[in-house]
Nanobody, 127 residues
C-alpha cells in the first residue's frame, strides 16, 4: 500500500508560478515511477508529467513543455512539480500517482497504469 498526499496548490495569476509536492508513505518510494495528472471541470484526467523511479527519465505533455518540471527526492519520498508561466488553461485539480509496473526505463501515460492516487490539489490560474 502507498499513501500519497499533494500540497502546494492555490490561486495564481497568469504568468505566475506554483510548486506542487507529493509526499509518499508506505511501500518503498524508489520502487515506482510517479506521475502528475490534472483534471479540469468537464474534461478527462490527463497526464502532465512523469518520472522514472531514479529520475533518469522524465516525460512532459506537449501542453506544458518548457514550463513545468517534474523531479523527485527518494530520500524524502517526495515528488515535485514546478509550474512556471502558468496559463488559465492549466486550471484544474492536480493529482500525483504511482505506477509500480512501468517496465525498465519506461513511463506510461494512461491513468489506468497508475495504481495509487493522492486526493488532489486545486490549481486555479486567473487571466
Amino acid at each position: 500500500q502507498v499513501q500519497l498526499a499533494e500540497s502546494g496548490g492555490g490561486l495564481v495569476q497568469a504568468g505566475g508560478s506554483l510548486g506542487l509536492s507529493c509526499a509518499a508513505s508506505g511501500r518503498t518510494f524508489a520502487d515506482y515511477a510517479m506521475g502528475w495528472f490534472r483534471q479540469a471541470p468537464g474534461k478527462e484526467r490527463e497526464i502532465v508529467a512523469a518520472i522514472t523511479w531514479n529520475g533518469a527519465r522524465t516525460y512532459n505533455a506537449d501542453s506544458v513543455k518548457g514550463r513545468f518540471t517534474i523531479s523527485r527526492d527518494n530520500a524524502k519520498k517526495t515528488v515535485y512539480l514546478q509550474m512556471n508561466s502558468l496559463k488559465p488553461e492549466d486550471t484544474g485539480v492536480y493529482y500525483c500517482a504511482a505506477d509500480f509496473n512501468p517496465g525498465p526505463g519506461r513511463l506510461r501515460m494512461g491513468p489506468d497504469a497508475y495504481a495509487y492516487w493522492g486526493q488532489g490539489t486545486q490549481v486555479t490560474v486567473s487571466s
